[in-house]
């Protein structure tokens, strides 16, 4: 029986010629990663230790992504253990304001983490690497105190759930975003508790680099332990001009042993929202026609790329922001951000009446930088619409893809793309 | 033994602890704001000892391991659920949170109920319906650490002791 790519990945880090799942290891890590809200907890856990030195400072990464540009008092605060931590044990990979982007857009277009890689990181969107064929998965502060520590983890080998998407003729419009959301609606939001999903099928094959970070990147709203795709030259084209060191390729074997495979055919996927309060409420946009919002926000981990831009400013360029609407564009990165401005595409946006902010977390997760009030109602092309996500407790927020945000902050409710953009 | 609280399925780590708290890490001013977005009546009335019950999925969502401090520090003395999301799990048990999978409890214990938890033996004990279930018990190594106060403590006790 052969292994799949969670497998090999986790054995070869491990120092076996093969694991199982269910199995337990320990494993070698090639890179541990925290930002400010986690990083602090972490700091404290690691400092408790009575360790001086992290295991390497070459293969730790501190993001001040989340409530930066500091929002209050207690955020600087936090930001400066991050910092502080930082400068003391000379880490490599630490950003801050005006460098700094979003932790998951901003780690792949760094070229930092690469195939083959084993990562952990403390925030759950640390899934989204595994679009380059890595196996990384979120923990919490005390794992990633250890992680920090000791350069180990400890794994439970997990089973792999398959998702094939047969074809490429994918609806036009439809994204990564798209088939991650369908994905969840059929699966639940415990559906694949614990276990790796790994995408593939021609497909998946056929998508550019930014769907295929969003969709690894949601896997964690299924439960999941990691979202994986086997890397391709698709892959290789994006990182062969970013890694600074040596990657692998690694590959599931035809006979590796899934515990499920579901096949979808792309043709069936269609543009998708998913109603408050779970990803897993995940429906055709047809059905959420024309349910007005207050509030449009693209960007995040999940949409913050510069195809995610690419696509919001071609809709929206030209035509007019809703005047009952506040359009928050948030892009990845800052050299995201310097490629959609020389491109023109955020003129365009801040001409039809968007905000554009800085990268940062702070709207995803109602920090900062745009929270609604009691009773409004976002569209989002974040990851998240639990009870509360985006501010007040009796607030909605909607998910969708970034064509359908922009189409809908133009009309001021939730539309296909089709009735702003006459060749859609 | 300690007084219920009960929650659905799905109760998501946003709604343990929001993220608009999340700018300070201190557990007293997490506790204060401990599970606000499911019952706002929480935080202010929840008593050491007290018990929380949830459904399916306990404690999906981020990664924040502010979610099983803010429950820690409020006095909550173990968490009973169906099930839960991964990374829940192993934060609270890494941060000497006791949470127990029992989804027979779960069906019998609503609010309020009386409920009496012996952790060794992995057993719930509802005092108000003189009924009682069987978890399965932690490992003697994991006792310890929960006793330790978490994974942290637990590895310095054992060096200490070497």
């Known amino acids: 029986m052969g292994m799949t790519i969670s497998e090999k990945i986790l054995a070869a880090h491990a120092g076996l010629d093969k694991v199982e799942p269910g199995e337990i290891i320990n494993a070698k890590l090639d890179l541990v990663l925290a930002n400010d809200v986690t990083g602090p907890v972490a700091i404290k856990e690691f400092n408790k230790l009575g360790i001086d030195k992290v295991f390497d400072p070459e293969k730790i990464a501190l993001v001040a992504d989340h409530f930066t540009p500091n929002k209050d008092i207690a955020s600087a605060e936090q930001s400066k253990i991050l910092r502080n931590f930082a400068k003391a044990q000379n880490i490599k990979y630490y950003w801050d304001t005006g460098r700094v982007g979003i932790e998951h857009c901003l780690l792949p277009e760094q070229g930092v983490v690469l195939p083959g890689d084993l990562i952990i990181g403390a925030d759950s969107h640390t899934c989204t690497y595994g679009a380059l064929g890595a196996f990384a998965t979120g923990v919490g502060s005390t794992d990633c105190a250890a992680g920090m520590a000791t350069g180990e983890a400890w794994f439970r080998v997990p ?71 086997e890397p391709d030259e698709i ?82 360029k030209g035509k007019k922001i809703h005047p009952e609407v506040r359009c928050i564009v948030f892009p990845g990165t800052q050299e995201i951000y310097l490629e959609a401005l020389r491109n023109g595409w955020i003129e365009a946006m801040i001409e039809a009446g968007a905000a554009v902010s800085t990268p940062t977390c702070g709207p995803c997760l109602g920090g900062h930088m745009g929270i609604l009030a009691k009773g409004e109602r976002a569209l989002s092309t974040t990851n998240r619409n639990f009870v509360g996500r985006m501010g007040h407790p009796e607030s909605e927020v909607y998910l969708c893809n970034p064509a359908v945000a922009a189409a809908s902050a133009i009309k001021g409710e939730i539309v296909h793309p089709r009735e702003v953009v006459n060749n859609g | 033994m300690g007084k219920v609280w009960k929650f659905g399925d799905d109760i998501d780590t946003d709604v343990i602890i929001p993220a608009r708290y999340l700018n300070n ?28 019950v949830g459904g399916k999925n306990f404690g999906c969502g981020s990664s924040r391991e502010h979610a099983p401090i803010a429950i820690k520090a409020a006095g909550v003395k173990a968490v009973i659920a169906e099930s839960y999301a991964r990374i829940f799990y192993r934060n609270s048990l890494n941060i000497g949170l006791p949470i127990l999978e029992c989804p027979e409890a ?35 190594f994991m006792q310890d650490l929960i006793k330790a106060g978490g994974l942290i403590s637990y590895i310095k006790e054992k060096r200490s002791n070497a």
């Open chain 2, 106 to 140: 779960v069906r019998g214990i609503e609010s309020g109920d009386i409920v009496e938890v012996d952790l060794e033996k992995g057993l719930i004990m509802n005092k108000s319906k003189e009924t009682s279930f069987q978890a399965r018990p932690f490992p003697k």
């Open chain 1, 159 to 229: 089973e792999t759930l398959k998702f094939v998407f047969r074809g490429t003729d994918f609806q036009p419009w439809v994204s990564g975003k798209d088939l991650i959301l369908y994905i969840i609606a059929q699966i639940g939001v415990d559906g694949a508790r614990y276990k790796a999903m790994e995408f593939a099928g021609d497909g998946i094959r056929s998508l550019s680099m930014d769907n295929r970070l969003t969709i690894c990147n949601m896997a964690i709203e299924a439960g999941a332990k990691t979202g994986i795709i």
């Open chain 2, 25 to 52: 890490s201190d557990p007293k001013h997490l506790a204060s704001h401990c599970m606000e977005d499911a019952d706002p009546s929480f935080a202010a009335n929840v008593k050491p000892g007290d018990i929380i």
């Open chain 1, 235 to 316: 892959t290789i084209e994006y990182v062969k001009s970013r890694a600074k060191r040596e990657y692998k390729i690694y590959k599931s074997d035809p006979d590796a042993c899934y515990e499920k495979v579901y096949e979808f055919q792309a043709k069936d996927i269609p543009l998708q929202v998913a109603f408050p309060h779970l990803p897993e409420n995940s429906k055709s946009v047809d059905e959420a026609s024309g349910i007005k919002i207050d509030q449009v926000v693209i960007g995040s981990c999940t949409n913050g790329r510069l195809e995610d831009l690419k696509i919001a400013a071609s809709i929206l």
